[in-house]
């Protein structure tokens, strides 16, 4: 027999405190060193989640929507040549890949989603999860 528990709970999370993380993955500048945003993808129905006074953010908005997405590439091997050329190339960060993300992210990167939870994430935390939502683990930093 083991000395632990394992607890499953599930948690309701606004999609404006995501569009915050989402925020300090791209504009925190760790992830540029491994990432690069290719194109948005806009939802039929776009929605403000960053903003209190309606200006849409792209990169942080459109992936929380519905058919909403950032169209991302691994920079350590790719240029925008390589993915113009082969489109299967782009990692999609979409509602199901934050949705992995969040998932993931207790188990694989406890520190970073208890930051997260009190409202104390940063560059740092936002890379972790944007690399869990594309990539499904941990590759850089």
Request: hydrophobic share 35%; aromatic share 8%; glycine share 10%.
């Amino acid at each position: 027999m083991s000395g632990t528990l394992t607890v499953t709970t599930a948690i309701q999370i606004p999609k404006s405190r995501i569009a915050d993380l989402l925020c300090c993955a791209f504009e925190g500048g760790i992830s540029r060193g491994w990432c690069r945003i290719y194109n948005h993808r806009k939802p039929r129905k776009p929605q403000a989640f960053v903003s209190t006074d309606g200006k849409l953010y792209p990169h942080c908005d459109y992936p929380l929507a519905p058919g909403g997405a950032v169209m991302v590439y691994e920079t350590d091997n790719l240029t925008d040549e390589d993915v113009r050329r082969d489109k299967s190339k782009l990692l999609r960060l979409d509602l199901a890949a934050v949705n992995r993300g969040l998932a993931l992210m207790p188990t694989l990167a406890p520190r970073h989603f208890g930051a997260f939870m009190a409202g104390n994430e940063d560059a740092e935390t936002g890379d972790v999860f944007l690399q869990l939502c594309t990539l499904g683990e941990l590759r850089y930093g």
